[in-house]
């Protein structure tokens, strides 16, 4: 019966052994089977120094009642030997550990409802050899997975596997990429070779849930040590050998974890080419590619439901919206589409990070997709291309976007009715809304998510004055408009450098601009990013200024030079007291957090929320002062002002003789960070204002010389 649904071909004439387990990956399985004996060896020597700690409890524990019989040697012997039971009981409860993935964001599909893809998935498996999967499942993400409920009992029997698609996934690929990401999550369960990979993978979940899910131990202790004081005292001494054990054991987890790591990144290269196997080279580096970009979409729309979430609106279907964003995307950055789908390739992303850092992370699971790509390509293996969407492989796909979008807001709780926005009102809000946040194009970026450096008015002013004009294009040149995103990255790259000094970050070596350096050298990068950036910063100041004096010639020709250095004035002005309430915002929760993070005396606390106190003065008269201004004010909603207003004229009671009233922190914090964002929404207010007064300027002064030239 032939296919009713399109279906990429399998390259022909392939050798096999493109899927045979490489070189390296031999090698980390022998580092790993090593690292876990090592593991087990330790384990081994704990559990018999932990069972010769509980005959010795037990055998004390009945000396002692046999001894001097009486209910407090009883209950001490009962004590003694219920400490030696639950140290074995440690070492032994990840036996009995079942890691059970949540469902609740899924849709379980059938095969009845969607026959083709169920279809499309089988011939998958066939090609790939791996087994059809238990279950089907639909989430909501730009992403695909295969998962099962493990348990110590998956190191020796065979679990079966189930699949989750992610619909955000479905709505950015074309159907041989789809083939393509879903044979890549077959690859990991290979029978060809894969075994020994999934056995480390099970160990590895057994031992890191042995170290780190403790909760059901320790309520367990505390139950046991709730029943009687005697207990309690046994009960404290069980959780120090249990820390001791945790110490030794996540010593040698290090061992284990360290290499699986390196084994894991082997493990995507294995799925990488039984992928390109079954589908050819190139469409799984395309989506891989183009995943990134949906992802980054499909994260902005969450963002911007959230924002709207208090005027009660929500998404009729989010998958239109999304490609919308795609769309939008494409527009952005001048990045092209064929086929409904953005062509995103490595180039898109390296205009994005252009960090002259390179540190390889030791501890990442997957490699960099980067380097997928280039092992990927050098498989060099044909590739027949499907264009249509994947969404053609399931039926009544405008429902399934539906249903997915209302399980997503299934546990939204709105103050009223919400309001679905259609695709044509989400994108008519999004313009309104972006207009309002955005600066006008011919800035080229330059005034974007920065403060603009503060100079002497009056002396810039003067000295406009004395200046020849100069075009706005030679000043506004693309050179001179990259540098604030110049100095973003010098910022972010200094950073890094300084926690690499400071041993952050567990390497031993790394690349700066293309050569590499040793960690013992990061102080010798890090002084020369310093002067960098200084020099930047200055040249960046000295551009603030230079653009001032060119629009205050402007404004001059027009009478308006009062409007304008008012306009720099009030900014000025505002980012300071910013800057001043962002200062204090962040002394106050030092103080919070030195308070709720060591142990203090009543006496001690009541101190140190004096100096709260004092510090939060300046903060409530600042507010009084600005809730009387409507430039302020007109930033904020009913229930914002409120909560401001309430912190503002109120003075409250943080510690009693009872301890804190964490309703009273709770608004206090709560006030602050409210208070912080809306003094910044201001300054971005005023900053907005002011570029469009020198738009206007330069507007006019365009209208006047094309009059003149008429004339």
């Known amino acids: 019966m032939q296919d009713t649904f399109p279906y990429p071909p399998m390259p022909q004439g392939v050798d096999e052994r493109v899927i045979a387990p490489s070189p390296a990956f031999k090698r980390e399985v022998v580092k790993v089977a090593g690292a876990i004996a090592f593991f087990m060896v330790v384990y081994v020597a704990l559990m018999a120094a932990a069972m010769a700690l509980a005959v010795l409890c037990g055998f004390g524990g009945y000396a002692l009642v046999t001894l001097k ?186 061992v284990v974890n360290k290499p699986y790591m390196s084994l894991s990144r082997q493990m995507e290269f294995h799925a990488d080419s039984v992928s390109a196997y079954v589908t050819g080279s190139v469409p799984l580096v395309t989506s891989l590619r183009r995943i990134e970009a949906a992802g980054l979409c499909y994260s902005r729309l969450f963002n911007h439901y959230n924002a709207w979430f208090s005027e009660n609106l929500k998404a009729d279907n989010m998958y239109p919206q999304h490609r919308e964003l795609m769309h939008r995307f494409s527009s952005d950055f001048n990045i092209p589409m064929a086929h409904g789908l953005l062509q995103v390739n490595a180039e898109t992303f390296a205009m994005f990070n252009q960090s002259r850092l390179v540190i390889k992370d030791q501890w990442a699971s997957h490699p960099s997709t980067d380097d997928r790509e280039a092992h990927l390509l050098s498989l060099n293996i044909p590739t027949v291309l499907v264009h249509d969407s994947a969404w053609v492989l399931f039926r009544n796909g405008e429902q399934v976007q539906q249903h997915m979008t209302q399980k997503v807001y299934e546990n939204a709780e709105f103050a009223e009715a919400p309001q679905d926005l259609t695709l044509a009102q989400f994108s008519e809000k999004l313009t309104a809304e972006i207009s309002g946040r955005s600066f006008d194009k011919a800035y080229k970026g330059y005034y974007d998510n920065r403060v603009i450096t503060a100079f002497d008015l009056q002396e810039a002013s003067s000295e406009a004055a004395l200046l020849p004009s100069r075009p706005f294009e030679e000043l506004f040149a693309d050179v001179n408009c990259k540098l604030p995103e110049k100095v973003s990255r010098m910022e972010d790259d200094l950073q890094t450098v300084q926690q690499i000094v400071q041993g952050a970050h567990d390497i031993k070596s790394f690349d700066f601009d293309g050569e590499k350096y040793s960690v013992k050298e990061a102080a010798t990068v890090q002084q020369q990013l310093e002067k960098e950036l200084q020099e930047a910063q200055e040249q960046l100041a000295f551009h603030d200024k230079e653009y001032f004096k060119l629009f205050y010639q402007k404004a001059r020709e027009q009478g308006a030079e009062y409007a304008l250095v008012q306009a720099y004035q009030a900014l000025f002005d505002a980012t300071a007291a910013a800057e001043a309430a962002t200062s204090l915002y962040h002394q106050i929760f030092d103080t919070l957090n030195f308070i709720f993070n060591n142990d203090m005396t009543l006496e001690g606390a009541q101190t140190v929320m004096k100096e709260l106190e004092t510090r939060e003065e300046p903060i409530r008269l600042r507010l009084q002062q600005l809730l009387q201004e409507e430039t302020y004010t007109s930033c904020l909603t009913a229930g914002e002002k409120s909560k401001l207003e309430k912190i503002a004229h109120q003075r409250r009671v943080y510690l009693t003789e009872y301890g804190f009233d964490n309703t009273s922190v709770g608004e206090l914090t709560e006030a602050l960070h409210l208070f912080v964002q809306t003094v910044w929404e201001r300054c971005f207010q005023l900053k907005k204002q002011m570029l469009d007064l020198q738009v206007t300027l330069l507007q006019s002064q365009k209208e006047v010389l094309l009059t003149e030239a008429e004339a």
């Open 69 to 254: 019989p009486s209910f407090i040697t009883f209950m001490l012997g009962l004590g003694l030997a219920g400490l030696g039971v639950m140290v074995i009981y440690f070492l032994l409860k990840f036996i009995f550990k079942r890691s059970k993935t949540d469902r609740s964001g899924m849709i379980e599909v059938q095969e009845a409802d969607q026959p083709e893809l169920f279809a499309f998935i089988r011939k998958i498996t066939q090609e790939t050899q791996t087994p059809f999967p238990k279950r089907i499942y639909l989430s909501p993400d730009v992403n695909a997975s295969v998962f099962y409920d493990s348990s110590f009992w998956s190191m020796l029997l065979p679990v079966k596997k189930n699949l989750v698609i992610g619909l955000g996934l479905v709505n950015c690929v074309n159907v041989t990429e789809f083939k393509a990401i879903l044979a890549h999550e077959f690859g990991h369960f290979s029978q060809r070779s894969m075994k020994l990979g999934s056995y480390v993978y099970h160990v590895n979940q057994a031992i890191h849930n042995m170290l780190y899910d403790n909760q059901g131990y320790g309520k367990a202790l505390e139950k046991w040590a709730n029943i009687s004081g005697y207990f309690a005292l046994f009960a404290g001494l069980t959780a120090r050998i249990v820390q001791a054990i945790q110490w030794v054991l996540k010593k040698a987890y290090v």
